[in-house]
């Protein structure tokens, strides 16, 4: 089984009632339509306010979506939903989550600081990868904030040089960060690769305060990469090398469980 993350940012807060309706009216049901036979679980989490002093790593404002897949999306390394109709998109779709316009689905990466932040989707095994700190963590030792973090390695950067950085010298030092409750990570399935990212790993903290304790008030010590073209942590670019979002433990929205109508207070 395979785990995917798609984590989407809006452009302008203002496209937040649309986008919101859209997904919650129509989008959920035809992706269930189209997907029932393949797709075992089906979640969405709102992202909750950034932490102060988060706006230097450009995070994510609006959702992450969590799809469990029976068997792969794609056909011949191309996401393929097999289906009679065709899907329905708001006007303005690409430009409100930072797409090229013309394209309902990402081709390529083009983020960057100032803008747009593209979707991110990545695909990986459901099972993690690597688990840094915290394994056997239970529901009753606090509450947690979830730091979802999605990198590539800069152009150039052979990966498994990239990987060796970050496995044996990166993860070893953040988990010394104060307050890090769980830290853990999955890697991008080999084949094929959709999209560019190669890993993407979750960091929990109490609240938004002891992120901000953690990661901007009292930093661990960190080793820069020699390959590194961005001299902070993490030594990715934000928005270009390195995309990230704030959620809570819980989904939003179970759509196969509990796929309600579309019902509005008026």
Known sequence: MLRSYLILNLSDM???????????????????????????????????????????????????????????????????HGTAFGEVWPPGYASIVGMPEGAARSAGWAGSPGGPHPPVMIFVQSRRADDFVGKGLTIDEGTNIRWITAHKYPDGVPVDEGEDWFLNVHAKEVAEQSGLKRFFSYRQVEQPRLGAFVRVSELWYDNADAWRKAVVESPAEYTQPAWADYDRYPFLQPAVDFVCQFLLEAPTDDFKRYLRPYITTA
């Open 14 to 80: 203002n496209h937040l009632p649309l986008m919101e309706r859209w997904l919650l009216k129509d989008h959920a049901r035809e992706t269930i339509g189209q997907l029932d036979p393949i797709l075992e679980r089906y979640t969405s989490y709102r992202a909750v306010p950034a932490p102060e002093g988060s706006e230097r790593f450009c995070p994510y404002n609006w959702r992450m979506t969590e799809h469990w897949w029976r068997e792969p999306p794609w056909v011949g390394g191309v996401m393929d």
